[in-house]
């Protein structure tokens, strides 16, 4: 029942921002992935404590609330804020919640947040059961610095996991880390954070498209490790190597050394986005030793254009260690998503997942089919989601899932 009030209470916030906001307020235009299922009958992880790296404001966002605005104007801004981009998280209070430092010192801003991420999840099962019950994605407050002249920026964000197995002390700090960006197109990151173990499975669960991750991403993905990294940007190609401990959720200091690699290729890069599209083609591997080797590799392609957005991931592991632990099986699956913006606000999304747990069995896939619905009333920072899921087995019953969801980040 207390699940059931902080969920309705989310919603209500959602709806109280719906009508103060102008129909033409939104410029939309993007896509991104899915989230959560488990096997066949879908299952929450203990806690999707995710979110992206932060983001120094950008002036078009500080030429919208002047320093000199007493809280009561800061607030009212939201009603009018605009959010143009959908590939990254933005806040409802920004502003409010940054504060600025004098222009003598080395430090820029620091933004405090919140972000709850939470579905209502109806699940029918082949054989006649039904489960209702109400589940959380994130539920995450955090701290942004930054230096000056986006030099370098920290975070400390903690996660509060609902229902989950593993105690607080491996859960509360999700992202602990320093990063400087001081070298032309690179960025340096020390600390606690998601490796880059695939393009899903290294995103931020504030920006997917669906309430849950393919099952390549959450099985082989999404557990955030200690280490460094050293990720590159440029024109036709970025990139991401880091070195980390093998362990996840702090269970042990240093289980055994991590590579993980990727690198994305942009080769429309150099040519009119608005007529040929943006293409990204990628791959990289995930290698290390925690009991025993394990060895993951993957491939991604992905392509927008104006309202249509595609994308296509597959991995296959010989060994993984992912947000469920580490595993010796033999697994691969894949997962195709296809996108359109119908209006500047409302997002029409299908995708087709399959996955094999172990490739020693020969009848043992799971399919999701899921189709999807997102209206993003301020971009990601306030977003209605609705899904529709059906669940294939074949070594267990099939299942279909009804799924209203809300994103709230203030």
């Known amino acids: 029942m207390k699940k059931f009030l902080h969920f309705l209470f989310a919603l209500t916030l959602v709806f109280y921002f719906a009508k103060s906001v102008n129909a033409e307020e939104i410029v939309a235009l993007n896509l991104d992935s899915n989230e959560l299922f488990e096997q066949v009958t879908l299952k929450t992880p203990d806690v999707v404590d995710e979110q992206a790296e932060p983001e120094q404001e ?3 966002q500080a030429a919208q609330v002047s320093e000199n605005m007493t809280l009561r104007e800061k ?30 010192s080395k430090m820029d801003n620091i933004h405090v947040w919140g972000a709850f991420n939470a579905y209502n999840d109806m699940t029918i099962n082949d054989d006649g059961g039904f489960k209702d019950k109400v589940q959380f994605n994130a539920l995450n407050i955090g701290v942004d610095g930054f230096l000056k002249d986006n030099n370098g920026d920290f975070r400390i964000m903690m996660g509060f996991p609902v229902g989950s197995q593993r105690n607080y002390t491996q859960t509360l700090f999700s992202d602990v ?34 309430l849950g991750r393919s099952q390549i991403a959450r099985n082989f993905g999404t557990a955030r490790r200690l280490g460094g990294r050293i990720k590159g940007d440029y024109k036709y190609i970025d990139y991401d190597f880091g070195l980390y401990s093998s362990d996840t959720f702090f269970q042990n200091w240093f289980s055994g050394p991590e590579f993980v690699g990727w690198i994305n290729l942009k080769p429309l ?3 009119d986005e608005k007529k040929y ?34 994308e296509f991931e597959w991995a296959n592991a010989n060994g993984y260690n992912g947000y469920y632990g580490h595993s010796r099986k033999h697994a691969t699956g894949f997962y195709t998503t ?9 997002q029409l999304l299908a995708c087709y997942d399959e996955y094999t747990p172990n490739k020693e069995f020969s009848s043992n896939k799971q399919r999701e089919m899921t189709l999807g619905l997102n209206y993003f009333i301020k971009g990601q920072a306030l977003r209605l989601i609705l899904n529709y899921a059906f669940c294939q087995n074949d070594v267990g019953n099939d299942s279909h899932k009804i799924m209203l969801g809300a994103q709230i980040l203030i």
């Open 338 to 346: 296809l996108g359109y913006m119908i209006t500047k606000k409302l």
């Open 269 to 271: 890069a150099n040519v």
């Open 75 to 104: 607030l009212k801004t939201v009603y009018k804020l605009e959010i143009d981009r959908y590939d990254h998280p933005e806040y409802l209070l920004r502003e409010p919640l940054t504060y600025h430092f004098k222009p003598e």
């Open 58 to 60: 950008t002036p078009s």
């Open 177 to 210: 880390y320093i990063a400087t960006n001081k070298i032309p197109h690179h960025r340096v990151q020390i600390g606690h954070f998601r490796p880059q173990i695939g393009m899903e499975g290294g995103s931020s669960a504030y920006t997917l498209g669906f």
């Open 277 to 310: 599209g943006k293409l990204k083609i990628g791959g990289g591997i995930d290698a290390g030793k925690r009991e025993d080797n394990f060895f993951v590799t993957g491939a991604y392609v992905g392509y927008d254009y104006k309202k249509f957005s595609a």
